[in-house]
């Protein structure tokens, strides 16, 4: 009887100590989270404000207005008044350096208060109030829709390109016995550590001058369409799970390689090909450098990435608009991210870690 | 299995000579033309756009020559690389820089996806997938918006960060206020701010790695009376060090090519004070704004030497603290 009393004591310290601890990790995760989140409010509720709010350290955190009062057909600042009777907020009409006059947007009737004190110490008078009309201003400004036209041209054309090379040089790394394989295999890992402005040099001086490709996006389809090596390592890490029982079935009843490759192995392959194309397209998304050098001149063909750093250089003091443009940018692949996470996340640890 | 793992299983795979590869017969002939048939496109990329670039650009460092008049090339031997390695103060400087923010950035960035995947791997922890989908979304969102906002939020005056810090008590905002983009004392960590977006991945196979965790080793360790902080830095740290590794190589790779931050914030001015002037910024100065073809494909062809030299030396010390469960090597 003790000994089982004694039990349920310790028992229930131990709920009670787990119920603690998972309440201090969960509050420690969650602070955390909102300090490591906090730039992406920050984004979007600067995006909703006026730009005089902007630069206006003493302004509210969320978007708001300061408040004005016309006046006899003038339009004046409301500002907060300290008076013997509390705070009120007056219209300011008739500025001064040691004494000011205001109307009581209240009582506009009552006419001028004459007030002691410098106005230039009152702070406005703030009102809640979002600026919707950033979206559509910073979409048409930066001609966004030209922008995400160019991008997503580019992401969909080299997504199919580099996911069916990748795929074709993925199943020849996983099934087939070749001279050199394993060489050829640790030279194409050995391209992911290789700095790209090795290369560019040459690529850039053959592109441009001899091919006259400059300010178009060929430079960057184009080579885009032999695959990758983040890509074809994922996808070989894949086709390997697959059983050879049915490609040897498939080539009994007659099949050819290239029909056993597309009839068996890629129907098989979707979740691995999902996330490779899903990993292109973001990669497109954020693509800078290329198309930094290689359409410099035409503004025409810019994609987000270039469009949003020149808007950012020419509309610098335009933070709301810069944010709201940042903002949108960033919609298309969060969705996507959130939508599919589950193939996503699968695929990054594929790469990277030892299972 | 990882990439840098089966690089080694690769490495310990068969060799080939060109006499056996002439002299394949039959079946095995035939495999072979499907297998590099399927490979073609990779092999003809990678001869293209890798190989021949590579070679090319060693040899276009040899030469003094501008785009804007390729006909007036001429050889001048290793002239270019003399200049850069004796002549050229920027060379040296901009890879101090560069150094000085890998040194900065890449501890601080490590630690944090560590610590991260361990705090989302906690039994203790309510809410773990939901958690885990928004420490990921950072990563999701493009460089070039990321460094616009982080731009803003870095605003000495109205900047959420420094207002954040005024509620600590400590005054970060005002006119002696803490100016992390004009200082070239905060401007690293500033950047290291911005690149903590982008850790997703690194969080993310730290948490696969932790899963693979045999929980018996947790168990007994336990019983021997070993602390959190014990089981943590006796156990988990070296069960999950060859993710560290893989994170490792990557981030070293990646900061040497270190650009898009300071050239959305500055241009490439090196404000400031010269703090920003990175490597990277230097090269494309040179190759693309001057059109220096000949001494950006030497500075280009130095980066990538020292890149190879980093890795060959990570992969080398690996083997005296990259722990593979199960192998011997």
Redesign the interface.
Known sequence: MNKNKNYTEYELSKRRR?LL??A???L??LV??A??????A??VI?SLKSKAQ????G?PILPAEALSFDYEGDRYDVLQVPTENGIRHWALVKKGRRASEFVDPADPAAGIIAWEGNWRQLEPVWEPSVQWDNYPRAWETIDFARLLANTLLYAFVTMVGTV???A??A???A???????????????G????????????????F??VLGWGGTWLPLIV?A???NAYN??LLR?YFLTIPREMEEAAQIDGAG?VRT?VSVILPQAVPALTAVSLFHF?FA??D??GP??YL?GNRDANP??VG??EF??LYSTE?QL??AA??I??VP??LI??LA?RVF?QG??V????? | MDMFTEFGAARGGRRWSLRAALSLQGAQRDEAKWGLLFLSPWLIGFSLFYFAPMVVSFIFSLYDFTLSAPEDARFVGLDNWARMLAQDPNTWETLYVTFKFALISLPIGMVSAFMLAVLLNSQHLLGRNIMRTLFYAPTMVPLIAAILIWSRVLNPHTGWLNQMIDLTGIQATGINGWRWLDDPNLIYLAYTFIGLWGIGNAILINLASLQGVPTELYESASIDGAGWLRQLWSITVPMVTPVIFYNLVLSVVGLLQFFIVPYVLNGGNGYPEGSTNFYMIYFYKQAFTFQNMGYGATLAWFMFIIGLAITIFLFWSGRFWVYYAGENR
């Open positions: 787990n601890l998972q201090a990790v969960t420690f995760a955390i989270l300090v490591y989140l906090m730039p992406m920050y984004g600067t902007t630069s206006d350290p302004a069916a090379a990748s074709c040089a199943y020849g790394f099934r087939f016995n070749f001279p050199f394989k394993n060489l050829l295999f640790m030279v194409m890992i391209t992911i550590v290789l700095p790209p402005a090795v290369t560019l040099v040459p690529t850039y001086a053959f441009v001058n080579p369409m032999f695959g074809i390592f890490q390689r490759f973001f998304w954020n800078f450098f930094l050098i410099a987000i990435t949003l750093t950012n250089g933070t810069i944010l940042a903002v940018s960033m692949p969060l991210f959130f996470q996340i990054i640890v790469t990277g870690v030892d299972k």
